[in-house]
Each structure stands twice: as C-alpha cells, then as structure tokens.
C-alpha cells in the first residue's frame, strides 16, 4: 500500500513556495524535480508580506477585467487601494472609482464597493470577487446597525 500524503504545513508551504518559485537563497528547481515535495531548511521566516505589486496583481486577478487596481501609501504608511472601473465615467472625464477619500480604504472596504458596483452596474460582469457579494452585504449590514445604534438618542 502506498503512504498517503497529507497536506504540507504551513511550514512545508512556505518552504516548497520558495524552492519552486527559486528565490534567492534557495537552490533552483530542475525540471526533473518540478511538482515533487522537497524539504529545503528555512533560513528565513515564512510570514514575509507581499510587495505592493504582488498585492496589486492580486487583487487585480479577483476585481476582475474590469477594474483597474492601484495601491498607494497614506500618510501613516497604511496600503490604500484604488479600485476603478474602466467603462463606468462619475464626473466629467473621471473613472468610477472605490477610493473614497477621507473613508476607510483598505482592501476589504474596497473591493466591497467594487463588488456592490459590479453588482448593480455590469450584472453580467464575471469576476472572482462576485462570490463574495453575500459576505460583503453582511458586512454593509452590520456597519448599518452599528452606526444605527451609535446614533440612536440614549434614554
């Protein structure tokens, strides 16, 4: 009988990400090798953050061919996505977009405004982002209740 083979941990993870991919600092996969699990030792730790580009693409890939995504720096150095719709114009010449200056503009608060957009704007848009749509109603839904209750006059 064959032994089954479990899922990598989270360490394995890490680690064949690194070999597969050849970084530095870790010996380069031949093509002989490809798909197969090889243990390399770690010299680094695993929970490296992504480059602002490798965010971008990312969340690019979900939003979908729609969107355009840009990520700038706020002045407390906090990620601010700009998420804009490449046929949608809001004033003048201007794309729509899912920044809101002043607002909450990180990923999540963003590419649940690009959800919401696509929804009711390009209903035959496809996009990964679309299978979050009922998280980001909940979402919308208990940020209404919350600022419901903060106004409420209290007795």
């Given at each position: 009988?064959?032994?089954?083979?479990?899922?990598?941990?989270?360490?394995?993870?890490?680690?064949?990400?690194?070999?597969?991919?050849?970084?530095?600092?870790?010996?380069?996969?031949?093509?002989?090798?490809?798909g197969r699990r090889v243990w390399v030792p770690d010299t680094q730790e695993c929970d490296m953050t992504a480059s602002r580009s490798a965010r971008e693409r990312k969340a690019a890939a979900q939003a979908g061919p729609l969107a355009r995504v840009k990520i700038d720096l706020d002045e407390h150095q906090q990620f601010v996505y700009k998420i804009s719709c490449s046929e949608c114009v809001a004033r003048g010449h201007r794309s729509w977009s899912a920044y809101r200056p002043g607002g909450d503009n990180g990923f999540m608060a963003a590419m649940d405004r690009w959800i919401f957009h696509l929804n009711e704007k390009h209903p035959w848009a496809d996009a990964p982002c679309l299978a979050f749509l009922p998280a980001a109603q909940q979402r919308l839904h208990e940020r209404r209740e919350q600022r419901g209750a903060e106004d409420e006059p209290r007795a």
């Open positions: 009988m064959a032994p089954s083979l479990s899922p990598p941990s989270a360490r394995e993870q890490c680690v064949l990400r690194m070999v597969f991919t050849g970084t530095p600092g870790s010996p380069a996969v031949s093509p002989s090798r490809a």
